[in-house]
């Protein structure tokens, strides 16, 4: 997405990463819906906010439901603002899944319009260990850093809580969720346990990104990001935030600056150069990329932040 920053793009702005750890147990599934076996093999279908809720859905319910993304095409999520045939296709739905945490300031007031009082509703990240905000962004946008899909283990509280809600929906296919979702989690394990290992080889802990999106891999992996956008994609750009970016880079060794799909590369570009070091791609998966699914994304990441450090 084009935003105005871009064309500032020779001024950065830079915030360390140093946010605690919020533990809160938040909102609901919500039981609006009695019984709704799907006995006749209909597909549950199934509507997420973006992209992250859409990978988890399908890899616990397979080719038994059918997902549409509200945010599609692109378009980044932290910008989206429904049209009336979003609504709709929620209304449609048998489910709704959204992320919380202030990623999708639209979905909580289209919830209060649902008309369709059977939809279930999920706020995929109830129940996780969230990341506080720090104070100056604490304000505008809430008190937890929302890119909870970021993180493996936030990952399977996320796919676990559509699971809950797909066997509500069906439960005659109970089992068929519980081994998909149990397959699934085994699998974040595994990538979780082969970088914890190679993480805990490396000393060097600091990676640059360009949209701060990745504190709870950092949190996971005990790394440190520091980005050229504030965590929201809107920083205000400044000069004294690109020397302090610059200075750090330096006096870390910084070779790599990771660049996502969402942010123009030419922010990142600019700092490399200043710095001499190379820009790399990282995926937020905010929006589908490349058509990797959520497992080759993450592993794709976790290598490349892995090798910039080695
Ligand atoms: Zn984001």
């Given amino acids: 997405m084009y935003r105005k920053i871009i064309a500032f793009f020779t001024i950065f702005i830079m915030i360390i990463?140093?946010?605690?750890?919020?533990?809160?147990?938040?909102?609901?599934?919500?039981?609006?819906?009695?019984?709704?076996?799907?006995?006749?093999?209909?597909?549950?279908?199934?509507?997420?906010?973006?992209?992250?809720?859409?990978?988890f859905?399908?890899?616990?319910?397979?080719?038994?439901?059918?997902?549409?993304?509200?945010v599609s095409g692109g378009i980044e999520p932290h910008e989206f603002e429904?049209?009336?045939?979003?609504?709709?296709?929620?209304?449609?739905?048998k489910i709704f899944v959204y992320n919380g945490l202030g990623m999708e300031p639209w979905a909580?007031?289209?919830?209060?319009?649902?008309?369709?009082?059977?939809?279930?509703?999920?706020?995929?990240?109830?129940?996780?260990?969230?990341?506080k905000t720090s104070e100056e962004e604490e304000g505008t946008h809430g008190e937890y850093d929302p890119h909870i899909w970021l993180s493996l283990k936030e990952?399977?509280?996320?796919?676990?809580?559509i699971k809950e809600a797909l066997i509500k929906a069906d439960a005659a296919?109970?089992?068929?969720?519980?081994?998909?979702?149990?397959?699934?989690?085994?699998?974040?394990?595994n990538l979780?346990?082969?970088?914890?290992?190679?993480?805990?080889?490396?000393?060097?802990?600091?990676?640059?990104?360009?949209?701060?999106?990745?504190?709870?891999?950092?949190?996971?992996?005990?790394?440190?990001?520091?980005?050229?956008?504030?965590?929201?994609s809107e920083g205000e750009p400044s000069a004294k935030k690109l020397k302090e970016l610059v200075d750090y880079a330096r006096k870390n060794n910084v070779k790599t600056i990771f660049s996502e799909g969402n942010v123009s590369p030419k922010v990142s570009e600019a700092l490399a150069s200043e710095i001499g070091?190379?820009?790399?791609?990282?995926?937020?998966?905010?929006?589908k990329e490349d058509n990797k699914n959520y497992l080759e994304s993450m592993k794709d990441n976790l290598e490349k932040i892995y090798v910039s450090l080695k």
């Fill in 192 to 232: 979780f346990n082969e970088y914890d290992k190679k993480f805990k080889e490396v000393k060097n802990k600091n990676f640059v990104t360009g949209h701060e999106a990745f504190a709870y891999i950092c949190r996971d992996f005990n790394l440190q990001q520091n980005s050229v956008e504030n965590m929201f």
């Fill in 82 to 93: 429904p049209k009336a045939k979003d609504l709709e296709n929620i209304n449609k739905g």
């Fill in 277 to 287: 070091a190379k820009v790399e791609s990282i995926y937020t998966l905010e929006t």
């Fill in 57 to 70: 859905a399908e890899a616990v319910g397979k080719d038994k439901i059918t997902v549409t993304s509200i």
């Fill in 17 to 55: 990463s140093l946010s605690a750890c919020g533990n809160k147990d938040y909102s609901e599934v919500s039981t609006k819906t009695k019984d709704n076996n799907n006995s006749k093999g209909d597909k549950i279908e199934v509507v997420v906010s973006f992209n992250p809720l859409k990978e």
């Fill in 108 to 131: 909580e007031k289209v919830l209060k319009t649902i008309e369709n009082k059977d939809v279930i509703i999920v706020k995929a990240s109830k129940g996780g260990n969230f990341i």
């Fill in 155 to 161: 990952a399977k509280v996320e796919a676990n809580n």
């Fill in 173 to 189: 296919n109970k089992e068929f969720y519980e081994n998909n979702y149990k397959d699934f989690a085994s699998k974040l394990d």
